[in-house]
């Protein structure tokens, strides 16, 4: 799916599935329950998360069982596999089905290696969480926010009214005072560090 290209279903509702993979991923949400409102989202019934070691690529599509299953390997070749099932009597998964999994799935991956980073990373002076809200702009800020959602740099830009490089600016300039290399861990960082609220 392309840079700002939005699934046909309600983007709050797909903002607020990806909030809360990301709060999950910091501890303010169980993934029980964010896993539930992907299913809700995708109406499906149940849903199950599986992590492997195995490098297929990401895929996400129906199986013959009624499945919709999307998959990913993170850089350390880790494999999470999500399976969402309906019952027999519901509709077929159909293409509107596939695409929104396979625009919410990154964001569940990228959660997921935040989670396994926050459980693994060394408590210390190594990397301190920021206290000081001044310690990042309004417009910085502003811009982490919309990431901590999910947001594209495009959506993000339409609903602060700026350019979707004025908010690559912002966001890069927040990552560089934070000391991170991704977006997603510049929001994470501020939402632990109480810099943001999602």
């Given at each position: ?5 939005v ?35 995708l ?28 998959a990913?390997a ?9 399976a ?7 509709s ?19 959660a ?10 060394p408590?210390g002076?190594?990397r ?17 926010v ?9 959506h993000a ?11 690559d ?6 990552m ?5 290399s991704?977006r997603?861990?510049a ?6 560090g ?5």
């Amino acid at each position: 799916m392309s840079e700002g290209a939005v699934p046909t279903a309600d983007e709050w509702a797909i903002a607020d599935v990806i909030g809360a993979f990301y709060a999950a991923a910091l501890g303010d949400e169980t993934w029980s329950a964010a896993l539930s409102r992907l299913a809700s989202l995708l109406g499906g019934e149940g849903v199950t998360l599986t992590q492997i070691d195995a490098p297929p690529a990401a895929m996400a599509a129906p199986v013959p069982d009624g499945m919709l299953v999307w998959a990913e390997a993170d850089p350390a070749g880790l494999v999470t596999e999500i399976a969402i099932s309906r019952s027999s009597g519901r509709s077929r998964w159909g293409e509107d089905d596939i695409t929104l999994l396979r625009y919410l799935g990154p964001h569940l991956g990228r959660a997921l290696q935040l989670d396994r980073g926050f459980a693994t990373a060394p408590v210390g002076p190594e990397r301190p969480a920021p206290t000081a809200p001044r310690l990042l702009s309004q417009r910085e800020q502003d811009c982490l926010v919309w990431v901590a959602r999910g947001a594209t740099s495009k959506h993000a830009a339409r609903q602060l009214n700026l350019s979707s490089h004025t908010v690559d600016e912002h966001v890069r300039s927040a990552m560089a005072k934070l000391g991170v290399s991704k977006r997603t861990e510049a929001a994470a960082l501020a939402v632990a560090g109480g810099l943001i609220a999602t």
